[in-house]
Structures are given as structure tokens and as C-alpha cells.
């Protein structure tokens, strides 16, 4: 009877580990949404057979061998991409996909600029001058996030690799999908601004935050995550999925129901 019972619970133990495993594999919450703080495994940019971005790993040769990885579209431990063409980007953590090649987006903006400088920006009502607050362009951090979401670079062309019509992902388009394509034709003015100043923008505006302001559960502040000290993509989002809260959605670094990461920078919640 003890011998019976022993092998149960080992059993069951077996059961419950590997059900972790699958769980994690799946990275979603039942509502669709990520588990966020739990890895990119199982998450969209998880682009190989066993994840639900694309499944790019699932069939076709490739010179660099089995794609079944997940790292591998966007690093490179070696031969890892040194420059861009447009843009120049200073942050290039051990590239391997392809760039897009767009120089210049259009930005969004809030209104007309009143100093008369086309190089300026209107945010909130305040003209902000572009050599003051920032180029006002994608920066580095954000043109590796454009090198797939700009919809002009096959999300399956990296390192060696050039997209076939072998290695087509689930839905046959080499392309991320257009619901999840950001400046498609070069066109950002309908998204939250990037490229520009924190700091300076908060010195001039009340309702902006400090930078200092934390953030998330895991003590992030908003400098944390400003790159170069401007505001890009991933300073609302958890590209690796790693680091953010449990319950972000779309890799964002917290929730954002109620708005809550939208009032984390902007202080439209208070009296």
C-alpha cells in the first residue's frame, strides 16, 4: 500500500510539473492576453514552431540549421549587424534581423507648431522645438522594433536567412500581420510620439511626471527605461516579456486597465 502510494504521488508530481511546462509554453492568460513577467517563451514574439507568433520554425531549410529557436530572429552571438543604412541606430544589442531601410517617419503632432520652425513639434499645446527636445525620430531602440513593425521587412529575413517561399509562417504572409504593423509606410502620426526628450518635455509641461516616478511592482521608474533620456517604444513596453507585471497586456510593463500606465507619465487622474 505504501509502495502504491508512493508511486501516485510521483505521478502526480510528473503531472503538475509538465502541466507547468505546457502552461508557460502557452504564455496567455485565459482572456487572450500575456502573462506578463513570465518570459518570451509561449509569447507573440515567440516565432518558433512551439510559440504563436508566426511558427517560422515549424518548416523550411535554413543555412543557419533548425530555426525551432526564438532568439535568433532578432540576435546574433556572432556576425551580429554593426550599422543601419537609415538612421544609424547607437543600440544594437547583437542584431540579426534585417532593418528597415525607411530614413525619416512622419511623427505625430498636436496641433501647429507657433515658433515657425518646421522642425518643431506642438504636444499639449506647447510648440517644443526640435533641437531642444529630441530629433523627434524613432530612435535606436526603436528602429529594431520598426525592422519588423514597419510591415516593410519580412519578419523571417535575418542573419544569412532570405525569406522563401519554403518558409512561409501559419498564414502564408512573409509580413508582420497589419493589425500589428506601427508606421507602415513610414506613417507614425497617428501613434504616441517617440524620439523625443523626457525630461525636457516634463520641465515645460505640469502634467507630465517626473522621470524618477516609479512605474511598475518590480520598482521600475520611468528613467528606467528611457533610452538616451527619450521616450522610444520600449519605454511602454516589455519586448522579452520579463520584467513586467503580472497581468500587462501586450507587453506593456504594467496594466493598463483604468489607464493606469497611461497616468503613470500623464497626471490627468489627479485634482
Same mark, same amino acid.
Given at each position: ?5 508512493? &508511486?501516485?504521488?510521483?505521478? !502526480? #508530481? /510528473? ?11 502557452? @504564455?496567455? $492568460? ?110 535606436? &531602440?526603436?528602429?529594431?522594433? !520598426? #525592422? /519588423? ?11 544569412? @536567412?532570405? $525569406? ?108
Amino acid at each position: 500500500m505504501k509502495t502504491r502510494l508512493i &508511486v501516485i504521488i510521483a505521478v !502526480l #508530481s /510528473c503531472i503538475l510539473m509538465f502541466s507547468g511546462i505546457t502552461y508557460s509554453a502557452v @504564455n496567455l $492568460q485565459a482572456n487572450g492576453e500575456l502573462n506578463g513577467g513570465t518570459g518570451i517563451i509561449g509569447t507573440y514574439h515567440d516565432l518558433s514552431s512551439t510559440g504563436i507568433g508566426a511558427s517560422y520554425g515549424a518548416t523550411g531549410p535554413s543555412v543557419l540549421g533548425s530555426k525551432d529557436r526564438i532568439c535568433v530572429y532578432c540576435h546574433a552571438p556572432h556576425n551580429a549587424l554593426k550599422t543601419n543604412v537609415a538612421g544609424n541606430p547607437d543600440y544594437l544589442p547583437l542584431w540579426n534581423h534585417t532593418l528597415s531601410t525607411q530614413a525619416t517617419y512622419q511623427v505625430y503632432t498636436h496641433g501647429t507648431a507657433t515658433t515657425g520652425d518646421p522642425n518643431d513639434i506642438a504636444l499639449n499645446g506647447i510648440a517644443f522645438q526640435g533641437a531642444s527636445y529630441g530629433n523627434l525620430q524613432p530612435g535606436g &531602440v526603436s528602429r529594431l522594433c !520598426l #525592422s /519588423c513593425h514597419d510591415g516593410s521587412v519580412a519578419v523571417n529575413t535575418y542573419g544569412a @536567412n532570405q $525569406q522563401s517561399t519554403t518558409e512561409k509562417p501559419a498564414g502564408g504572409s512573409y509580413t508582420i500581420a497589419a493589425r500589428a504593423q506601427i508606421g507602415a509606410g513610414g506613417d507614425l502620426s497617428n501613434h504616441h510620439p517617440i524620439g523625443f526628450l523626457y525630461d525636457g518635455v516634463q520641465s515645460v509641461d505640469s502634467q507630465i511626471a517626473p522621470s524618477s516616478t516609479v512605474m511598475n511592482n518590480n520598482g521600475l521608474r520611468i528613467k528606467d527605461v528611457l533610452f538616451s533620456g527619450n521616450m522610444e517604444c520600449a519605454t511602454c513596453h516589455d519586448v522579452h516579456n520579463s520584467k513586467n507585471d503580472r497581468g500587462a497586456e501586450k507587453f506593456l510593463w504594467k496594466s493598463d486597465a483604468h489607464s493606469a500606465l497611461c497616468l503613470t507619465c500623464h497626471l490627468k487622474g489627479q485634482l
